[in-house]
Structure formats: structure tokens, C-alpha cells
């Protein structure tokens, strides 16, 4: 979500597929963009004259699973009739694919509830992968996806198109029958932005030095790698080696450089002599345990950036979702695997790029990275004044990242 002088990219990351496309190793290589690009945006800005207005921190209404809940449902996983989870108050509901569930299998938790599917995850995700595999074969058949994603709850995959919704339709129910489901999607871009001294905290604003321009984004969760303490961000907020400060310009505190740099994921890690006392505890993660979870559909999730603030009004609308947009210039990233949330209203905006997301309860659990938007209007940053925002956004999860560079959590 870096704040870019030039062009704007759009949403957080939710693209999936076409994985042999991309290198697997950490490097600044990607996708090169097709002739025609469709309008996705990462969560970045221009550099602006701060402008600090306040947190619009939100309240979202209980009750939530507690962590004995979350557990238990992790170890339903593996089973391989598994059709996926929702939360449901603080129940969590457990999917099993009709005709194949093991009789025996019994909920491990009282709040746990057992579901009957008609598809596994594994057969969904199958599905989206062959999908985003296809991408240049469906665009010449007029159909531009721009999001993709798996709803646990309904059983299917999404797939969000930018225009011709009627003919997709008929295109992907001829190709994959009633395993899929197409809506019109806006474009998807990236953000950034945000300003604070040092020592600062995940979700402040820092001033970075990309590809194309300096960027304005948001410090993001800390990695542990070779028993030190890093700085995660978005990739496309800062190049390889790219030199990275807290606050609106080169004259505020340094913090490091990108010495590791995923565009795949749209990831990168800064490490330099900030990087010891940069992550001290706020309001937003004093609470945060020792271990991350993983975000269920219709979880609350709550995003701190350095444009918007911390809101909490995102839930859970999709998983293993996948995004297209521009990481670096005429560079696209399809990747599977993203979180994508939703609000009433809008919660994200140009400047949140690399500001860390987690689940409100329990105890604000680590979830993921933001790091692109769709955009719905705009919102006044508390930096930059005006900026544009949106009610969905995309969200690199914590497992994605800690397993790209080889890291821990904290």
C-alpha cells in the first residue's frame, strides 16, 4: 500500500493461479503485464505534508470464538473431506463434503458445529487454480478477472470480473458447472503512507525508496529471521536494497533497507539499526499471544495503517482469495492465498500498504499484511488529506509470509 507521486496501483493482493508463471524464489522478478491491464490498486500514496487526524478505530459487536474453538477447528483441517469454516458468533461451523464425511468423526469442542458440503476445499481450490491457469484464455474470450476467491460457508468460487458478468457466467457454468459463481468486481490497487518517531510501531507512516518513485506506506508486522527482529512491508512499496524512514520524508529516523524482497507474495523485509526498538508494543498489539490464527470467513478483522488508522469493521468475506494488479512498474502479481475483507462502509485507503491486520478476538490475534484495495470513494487520511478509499480489501496471511522468507513470528 505505498503512496506513489505517479500512478496508483489499487486493493490488497487476491489473485490466485498461474503459479509457474512466477519465480518461487526472493527476488525482484514478476509477471511481466499484459498489452491490456485492468485497474487494480495497491494501498499506496504520494508523498504529501502530513496532515494527523485522528484514529477512526472501530468497535466490532460480539460475541467471538475463543481460542480453545480456534484450535480445535485448526485440527480439523487435515481431514481430507474437509469443505472449510465460518464463524457464526462464537460458534465456529465445520463443512465436511457430503456422502464422504467419517461417521465416527465426533466436533472436538462444544462450540464446534459439523455442516455437510457439497465439494472439499481441496476440489474448490483445484477449481480456482485452474481458473487463474487460464486467465490469458478467458481474456480473449472478452472475460477480465480481476479477484478470485472461495466462500467456505456456500460452498463455491468466486470470481470477480470487470464487466460482461452474463457471459462469464455462462462461460464458467459451461466449464465448471455450479462449482462457480461470477460478480461484477471493481479494480484492485495499492496503498501506503503514515508518520511517527522512532521508536514507532507496526502501522506507521514510512517514506520509501521503490522502483519507480518514493513511496509513502505503513511499517508493517515484525519477522523473526537468524534471531533477529525485521520490519515487514509490501513489496511494492519499496525496491530490493531500497532505503526505507519513518515518517514523511528522508530527514526522519532510518530504519533499513530491503534486503529480501518477494514480489509473488508482494512482500519485502527491511532490516537496519531500527529494527531492535521499532516494534514496541500500542494499543493495537500489547495484546497480541505468542501464536498467530488464521482468519475464518465473517472473522472480524481490524487493519492499522498509517492513512486510516486502526478500524476493525473488515469481516471475512472470502479465503485463498487472489488479486491482480501492478507490484512494480509494468510488473503484475496472481497469487492465491489472500485473505478478502469487507465493510459497511469505507475501511482502507492509499497509504495502508504493509500495515499489519488481525483478528479482534481473541486477544487482537495476528492474522496477515494488508496490502491492496478496491476503491469505493474517499476518506480524509491522517497524513495526507484526501485520499482514495475502499470497503474491500486484500490481506497477505501470516503463514504465507513467515514460510516466503524462512521467519517466525514476532
Known amino acids: 500500500m505505498p503512496n506513489r507521486t505517479a500512478t496508483t496501483a489499487g486493493i490488497f493482493i487476491a489473485l490466485s493461479g498461474m503459479a509457474a508463471a512466477y519465480p518461487d524464489s526472493i527476488q525482484s522478478a514478476a509477471l511481466r503485464a499484459p498489452s491490456e491491464s485492468f485497474p487494480i490498486s495497491t494501498l499506496s500514496k504520494n508523498q504529501a505534508e502530513p496532515y494527523r487526524l485522528g484514529n477512526n478505530s472501530t468497535q466490532p459487536a460480539g460475541p467471538h470464538p475463543d481460542a480453545k474453538t480456534r484450535r480445535a477447528e485448526e485440527g480439523l483441517r487435515a481431514h481430507p473431506d474437509y469443505a472449510g469454516a465460518w464463524v457464526s458468533g462464537d460458534e465456529i461451523h465445520v463443512a465436511f463434503a457430503k456422502n464422504k464425511r467419517t461417521p465416527s468423526l465426533q466436533p472436538p469442542h462444544p462450540k464446534i458445529k459439523f455442516e455437510v458440503a457439497s465439494y472439499t476445499f481441496n476440489e474448490l481450490v483445484s477449481v480456482q487454480d485452474s481458473i487463474l491457469a487460464h486467465m490469458e484464455d478467458f481474456r480473449k474470450k472478452g472475460i477480465a478477472i480481476l479477484t478470485t476467491g472461495i466462500d467456505p460457508q456456500y460452498n463455491y468460487v468466486y470470481v470477480g470480473v470487470q464487466s460482461g458478468v452474463q457471459h462469464a457466467a455462462e462461460v464458467f457454468a459451461n466449464d465448471y458447472g455450479e462449482r462457480v459463481r461470477v460478480e461484477a468486481s471493481l479494480p484492485v490497487s495499492p496503498a501506503d503512507q503514515g508518520l511517527d518517531s522512532s ?160 483478528i479482534y478476538s481473541p486477544s487482537k490475534s495476528f492474522a496477515g499484511m494488508g496490502v491492496a484495495f478496491q476503491k469505493t470513494g474517499t476518506c480524509l487520511g491522517l497524513y495526507t488529506g484526501t485520499v482514495d478509499c475502499g470497503n474491500a480489501a486484500f490481506v497477505v496471511p501470516y503463514q504465507t509470509l513467515l514460510s516466503a522468507f524462512g521467519g517466525s513470528w514476532g
Open 199 to 358: 521508536p514507532y510501531t507496526a502501522g506507521s507512516l514510512i517514506y520509501t525508496e521503490a522502483a519507480d518513485m518514493n513511496h509513502l506506506c505503513s511499517s508493517g508486522p515484525p519477522i523473526n529471521m537468524y534471531n533477529q527482529r525485521f520490519m515487514l512491508t509490501a513489496a511494492h512499496c519499496i525496491k530490493l536494497y531500497g532505503q526505507a524512514w519513518i515518517g514523511a520524508s528522508y530527514k526522519n529516523a532510518f530504519i533499513g533497507r530491503a534486503n529480501w524482497r518477494h514480489v509473488r507474495i508482494d512482500a519485502a523485509v527491511v532490516t537496519g539499526p531500527a529494527h531492535s526498538s521499532a516494534w514496541m508494543a500500542t494499543y493495537s498489539w500489547q495484546y497480541l499471544p505468542d501464536a498467530p490464527y488464521t482468519a475464518l470467513r465473517n472473522d472480524n478483522l481490524c487493519i492499522s495503517g498509517a492513512t486510516t488508522g486502526t478500524n476493525c469493521s473488515g469481516y471475512v468475506d472470502k479465503v485463498n482469495a487472489s488479486a491482480y494488479y501492478e507490484v512494480d512498474p509494468g510488473v503484475f502479481t496472481v497469487q492465491s492465498g489472500l485473505t478478502y475483507l469487507k465493510s459497511n462502509s469505507n475501511f482502507v485507503g492509499q497509504g495502508d500498504s504493509g500495515g499489519p491486520a488481525w
